[in-house]
């Protein structure tokens, strides 16, 4: 795969739905956004067909009543795309990209401890980054955390 | 034969920061591991958006103690990318300069960690005798000999003068001479070869499958390098090579670094060499417009990705971190399995692993704690004066004769 066009024109081919929605930002930069029951079939198409196959991280926002998720993939060209859903607070499960991308593991779980969102399909095991016994129900990046909220919560319980 | 579960760490001599490894062994193998990681988690990224442009720089500057300079870097990058500031050449170099001064001094350091790991303490203390030199060197630049702080939003802090290029190309010569020796010793003494060869395999499949990254990554033969494939700073003008090795355990991790010092003299003379004129620093606004940019980073451990989020306010809305340590801790169980427990301290230390970068610690006491005081920075200091006082050492009676 080419330049940074020739991978716009292909991802709008395969999924005309993000006609509008994804944009070359500058040299080697491309953002989109895609609705979340589109994105496990988007980072397929994009590892395997466009060899997107490396995984920087993930990046995981609260921008109000919606979590967002970037998952930053790159090419070996150094290109990145910047691929972005939405999943509301209400109900913010999306699903595990480990079937992609098996060094996924550490992101995922980052998001589920720092922001609260659920992954699906992520295997059980510790916390990462927080202690094992984090309070529940706190999740420090959300915006409207501090970290009074912990001890209140503890006053609470005593 | 029964498994044997072992926890090692967090706190344990073999690791120089804390992480927790569980290892089911079966005899002297290991026949499955998992990791634990978080120990030193500080909420660098929540803290980030609370403090203004200015204040974060600080901050990220000290996510590492080694690899300062890359993460103050790779986030101003991304800031200025926001800002559209345009930074002088001039100082384009200089960090580039400092950047490559940090690489040799992180894989000095390393050389010198992972010669002790296998006891082999000579070159340990070579290796670090000599990582003196880029240290006084970096000194001399910057002012610090770790946490440099010669970035500022637009440039940077400090310019270099004729008479500190003479001395940098002059401490260059030094190093490189000795690395070349490093180079020799990696090559052909045999107790070394024996005792890194195949020692924490990750093949090549395994490297591109976990997203390994760094001299780790390129050991496995994975041709991957962010400052040739997704250039920053001046990168595209200066030539060097991408070091790989085809080796897959800890020798070609070793060779990798130490052909990789050899590339970064070269790159630090042609960039003293073609130092563009000019001013070192642009003005740059207090806040940032509002907008978004990925940076990456070829730190020497590997790659470190920052995200910044700007609201147009002076405080970024969102910083995101992502040191290479945390890329390479996915590979990590895959190279402990199967060899032996002798080889965890070495196999571990070879993808050269940075605590603090990758976990970035909320402070709060333990939720069953009793215990309402935290302790605060005076009552510490107060408590480390009492601790050393009541065995009975004041340090106001000691007097210096500082030349």
């Given at each position: 795969?080419?330049?940074?066009?020739?991978?716009?024109?292909?991802?709008?081919?395969?999924?005309?739905?993000?006609?509008?929605?994804?944009?070359?930002?500058?040299?080697?930069?491309?953002?989109?956004?895609?609705?979340?029951?589109?994105?496990?079939?988007?980072?397929?198409?994009?590892?395997?067909?466009?060899?997107?196959?490396?995984l920087?991280?993930?990046?995981?926002?609260?921008?109000?009543?919606?979590?967002?998720?970037?998952?930053?993939?790159?090419?070996?060209?150094?290109?990145?795309?910047?691929?972005?859903?939405?999943?509301?607070?209400?109900?913010?499960?999306?699903?595990?990209?480990?079937?992609?991308?098996?060094?996924?593991?550490?992101?995922?779980?980052?998001?589920?401890?720092?922001?609260?969102?659920?992954?699906?399909?992520?295997?059980e095991?510790?916390?990462?980054?927080?202690?094992?016994?984090?309070?529940?129900?706190?999740?420090?990046?959300?915006?409207?955390?501090?970290?009074?909220?912990?001890?209140q919560?503890?006053?609470?319980?005593? | 034969?029964?498994?044997?579960?072992?926890?090692?760490?967090?706190?344990?001599?073999?690791?120089?920061?804390?992480?927790?490894?569980?290892?089911y062994?079966?005899?002297?193998?290991?026949?499955?591991?998992?990791?634990a990681?978080?120990?030193?988690?500080?909420?660098?990224?929540?803290?980030?958006e609370?403090?203004?442009?200015?204040?974060?720089?600080?901050?990220?500057?000290?996510?590492?103690?080694i690899?300062?300079?890359?993460?103050?870097?790779?986030?101003?990058?991304?800031?200025?990318?926001?800002?559209k500031?345009?930074?002088?050449?001039?100082?384009?170099?200089?960090?580039?300069?400092?950047g490559?001064?940090?690489?040799?001094?992180?894989?000095?350091?390393?050389?010198?960690?992972?010669?002790?790991?296998?006891?082999?303490?000579?070159?340990?203390?070579?290796?670090?005798?000599?990582?003196?030199?880029?240290?006084?060197?970096?000194?001399?630049?910057?002012?610090?000999?770790?946490?440099?702080?010669?970035?500022?939003?637009?440039?940077?802090?400090?310019?270099?003068?004729?008479?500190?290029?003479?001395?940098?190309?002059?401490?260059?010569?030094?190093?490189?001479?000795?690395?070349?020796?490093?180079?020799?010793?990696?090559?052909?003494?045999?107790?070394?070869?024996?005792?890194?060869?195949?020692?924490?395999?990750?093949?090549?499949?395994?490297?591109?499958?976990?997203g390994?990254?760094?001299?780790?990554?390129?050991?496995?033969?994975?041709?991957?390098?962010?400052?040739?494939?997704?250039?920053?700073?001046?990168?595209?003008?200066?030539p060097?090579?991408?070091?790989?090795?085809?080796?897959?355990?800890?020798?070609?991790?070793?060779?990798?670094?130490?052909?990789?010092?050899?590339?970064?003299?070269?790159?630090?003379?042609?960039?003293?060499?073609?130092?563009?004129?000019?001013?070192?620093?642009?003005?740059?606004?207090?806040?940032?417009?509002?907008?978004?940019?990925?940076?990456?980073?070829?730190?020497?451990?590997?790659?470190?990705?920052?995200?910044?989020?700007?609201?147009?306010?002076?405080?970024?809305?969102?910083?995101?971190?992502?040191?290479?340590?945390?890329?390479?801790?996915?590979?990590?169980?895959?190279?402990?399995?199967?060899?032996?427990?002798?080889?965890?301290?070495?196999?571990?230390?070879?993808?050269?692993?940075?605590?603090?970068?990758?976990?970035?610690?909320?402070?709060?006491?333990?939720?069953?704690?009793?215990?309402?005081?935290?302790?605060?920075?005076?009552?510490?200091?107060?408590?480390?004066?009492?601790?050393?006082?009541?065995?009975?050492?004041?340090?106001k009676?000691?007097?210096?004769?500082?030349?």
């Open positions: 795969m080419g330049n940074e066009e020739t991978i716009k024109a292909a991802l709008l081919q395969k999924f005309p739905q993000l006609e509008g929605k994804c944009e070359i930002i500058r040299q080697r930069r491309i953002t989109l956004e895609v609705d979340r029951s589109r994105l496990i079939e988007l980072l397929n198409f994009s590892c395997s067909e466009l060899k997107f196959n490396i920087c991280t993930i990046t995981g926002l609260d921008v109000g009543d919606d979590l967002q998720f970037i998952y930053h993939i790159a090419n070996k060209e150094g290109i990145v795309m910047n691929v972005k859903t939405n999943a509301p607070k209400t109900d913010p499960v999306i699903s595990t990209v480990l079937g992609i991308y098996n060094g996924a593991t550490f992101y995922e779980r980052e998001l589920e401890d720092l922001l609260g969102a659920k992954v699906e399909g992520l295997p095991g510790r916390h990462y980054p927080l202690p094992d016994n984090w309070p529940k129900g706190q999740y420090p990046l959300r915006k409207d955390w501090k970290p009074e909220n912990i001890n919560q503890n006053k609470k319980e005593e | 034969m029964g498994r044997i579960e072992i926890p090692l760490g967090p706190q344990h001599p073999a690791l120089k920061e804390p992480a927790n490894f569980r290892l062994l079966e005899g002297e193998r290991i026949a499955a591991s998992n990791v990681l978080g120990y030193n988690h500080r909420g660098v990224e929540k803290a980030c609370q403090r203004t442009y200015i204040e974060d720089m600080y901050l990220i500057e000290r996510v590492c103690g690899c300062s300079h890359s993460h103050s870097s790779c986030f101003i990058s991304a800031v200025e990318e926001i800002a500031l345009e930074v002088p050449k001039r100082a384009k170099y200089i960090r580039m300069i400092i490559e001064l940090e690489r040799i001094h992180s894989h000095l350091l390393w050389l010198g960690v992972a010669a002790h790991e296998i006891g082999f303490d000579t070159l340990f203390m070579y290796s670090w005798r000599d990582r003196e030199v880029v240290m006084d060197i970096l000194a001399m630049l910057s002012g610090n000999r770790v946490n440099y702080a010669i970035n500022k939003v637009g440039g940077v802090r400090r310019d270099i003068s004729e008479e500190q290029k003479e001395q940098v190309l002059k401490a260059v010569d030094i190093l490189e001479e000795r690395t070349r020796y490093y180079i020799d010793i990696v090559y052909s003494e045999t107790t070394l070869i024996g005792r890194l060869k195949d020692v924490g395999k990750l093949s090549y499949e395994d490297a591109v499958r976990f390994a990254a760094g001299p780790v990554a390129r050991a496995s033969g994975v041709d991957r390098d962010t400052r040739r494939d997704d250039p920053y700073l001046a990168y595209d003008e200066i060097f090579n991408v070091i790989t090795d085809d080796h897959c355990d800890v020798l070609g991790r070793t060779i990798v670094r130490a052909k990789e010092l050899m590339e970064s003299y070269k790159i630090i003379r042609f960039a003293l060499k073609n130092l563009p004129e000019g001013d070192i620093t642009t003005r740059s606004p207090r806040r940032i417009p509002a907008g978004e940019a990925l940076s990456r980073y070829e730190a020497p451990r590997g790659e470190d990705v920052h995200y910044v989020r700007a609201n147009g306010t002076d405080k970024p809305e969102r910083v995101k971190l992502r040191a290479p340590t945390l890329a390479n801790w996915a590979s990590i169980t895959n190279m402990l399995d199967g060899g032996y427990l002798a080889d965890v301290p070495i196999v571990v230390a070879a993808i050269d692993p940075c605590i603090s970068c990758t976990d970035r610690a909320i402070l709060i006491r333990y939720p069953d704690s009793r215990n309402e005081n935290l302790m605060d920075w005076n009552s510490l200091r107060k408590y480390s004066i009492d601790f050393y006082k009541n065995k009975g050492f004041n340090a009676n000691i007097r210096m004769n500082i030349k």
